[in-house]
């Protein structure tokens, strides 16, 4: 079992900049990949960023150039820096982790809301 806890979210102002953290504990030695999801309300969950165990990120089109998803092995904790945020940002962020599992471990959300 993993489990993963985010926090850093809260509300900003278009243009501003948030960090969220996900840890993860549990049996953390399973994790392959690692990414944040986000949800706005009325729409499906949608890919924002992933990155392998080994560094390779990939990023969904609509953040390129202004988010940034790190991992910290050590600490189990991978991070998303969003940067010049967009009212369109706005959605509650979920973690994601793929293990060997079909499924992969999701944690709780935070609410990231961005102001025009």
């Known amino acids: 079992q993993v489990q993963l806890v985010e926090s850093g979210g809260g509300l900003v102002q278009a243009g501003g900049s948030l960090r969220l953290s996900c840890a993860a504990s549990?049996?953390?030695?399973?994790?392959?990949?690692m990414g944040w999801y986000r949800q706005a309300q009325g729409k499906e969950r949608e890919l924002v960023a992933t990155?392998?165990?080994?560094?390779?990120?990939n990023y969904a089109d609509s953040v390129k150039g202004r988010f940034t998803i790190s991992r910290d092995n050590v600490l189990n904790i991978v991070y998303l820096q969003m940067n010049s945020l967009k009212p369109e940002d706005t959605a509650a962020y979920y973690c994601?982790?793929?293990?060997?599992?079909?499924?992969?471990?999701w944690g709780q959300g935070t609410q990231v809301t961005v102001s025009s």
């Open positions: 994601n982790a793929q293990t060997f599992r079909p499924d992969p471990y």
């Open positions: 990155i392998t165990d080994s560094g390779i990120t």
């Open positions: 549990g049996s953390v030695f399973t994790i392959d990949d």
